[in-house]
């Protein structure tokens, strides 16, 4: 029952009837969004609260538009019973995802189905107020294209690839996109849109995606992986994202996996990031044709080997290519050794692995999870649950848009006491 349990109010100071009283509400919602259809004697039993208190709360999330009533259930020996459902139509939020390159943006329902995306260029290296405009107009337009009244718009989560100070929405660094760090990216887009805005870091959103919506359902300690040009992580523990000092916990593209490897651009050597990321693969291709390797995937982009990338890689290990094979399978062994260093640390219940490295290559993903499984301590490698992301290519976008939708279905004591 993740996120049911730890509702429980023991920590509510006494007296303070408002807090108890969104507990319960709290409780209840949660219990028609996992479990409804149910009927409201069925999620008074589940809940332990008063018939009557859970009637009085479902009257008000219906008149609110968060559940509703879908017809009538099986008999028990009285009247059937009225069966109630998470009301997924009404509200809506909006993710939206900067790459480089690139602003994509989604609409969700309230269980962060897509109901509509889009995405268009960003000019980024001309700095973060240049490519405010394109971000702020696709946003408004994939809101728009819902035709929801702008109350039922519950907020715009906004994801980018670098550490992000959550308390103001800043960017603190940002390793990919230069001239971006320091921009105060919540308070450029509150000024520009009409609802309340939330910034986060791309892996630590796609984490708590898949918690709530994805592959981690249900999992209150794991790991998400994303491997891709480069990776990131969010480390999940206790049902809360685990952030550190500085925002910046999960940035396992620069743990050391080779300690004479080659210098990565954060000044370190042998990072994960250097050694094996979507960009890693495609320079050791690169250099290991003007070596002399014979390899499709000088085929594959005409003979302008400069031109080779991870997506060239990718597709020449798919089409069976040997020399493509070994470098995406050595990618994997690298990312499988991260991931076992991090279950010695963390022991967590699952990992996600998601990311194009890992979506679109088999062989990556066994190599990585294999490796993980038989290079842990081998009492917490041994059934390693490795699985791939649910959200799939979407995990950013949905992981944005979850960080407004969950502050629906968060405990207000977790809120309260965070
Ligand atoms: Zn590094």
Known sequence: MGGISRLRAGTVPKGNQKLVKSINRNIVLNIVRQYGPISRADAARMSQLYPATVSSIVNELIAEGFVREVGLGDSTGGRQPVMLEL??????????????????VCLTDLDARVLARAERPLSWQEGPRKSLPAIVSA???????GRVPPEKVLGVGVVYPGPVDTSTGAIQASPHMPGWGGFSLRAALEDELDHEVLVDNDANAAAWGEK??????????????MADYGFGGGIVIDDRLYRGRNDGAGEIGHMTVDIDGPQCKCGNFGCLDVMASGTAI??????????????LCRDLVGGDIEAITMDTVLEAAAMGDPHARA????????????????????????????????????????????????????????????????????ACVIGAASLVLTKVFESPSVRAYA
């Not at 946003?139 to 294209?145: A, F, L, N, P, T």
């Not at 050595?330 to 967590?348: D, H, K, M, T, W």
């Open 139 to 145: 946003i408004r337009e994939i809101i728009e294209s």
């Open 212 to 225: 709530w919506f994805g592959a981690a359902k249900g999992h209150s300690s794991f790991l998400y992986i």
């Open 87 to 104: 009301n997924r139509g009404v509200y809506v939020a909006c993710g939206a995802s900067i790459e480089v390159g690139r602003v994509r």
């Open 282 to 295: 495609a320079r050791k291709m690169i250099s290991d044709i003007k070596r002399g390797a014979e390899t």
């Open 327 to 394: 470098i995406v399978e050595e990618s994997g062994r690298y990312v499988g050794i991260g991931l076992a260093n991090l279950v010695n640390c963390f022991n967590p219940e699952l990992i996600v692995l998601g990311g194009q490295l890992a979506l679109r290559s088999s062989l990556f993903f066994t190599s990585a999870r294999e490796t993980a499984r038989r290079r842990a301590w081998p009492v917490l490698g041994k059934d390693l649950d490795v699985v791939p992301s649910a959200l799939g290519h979407d």
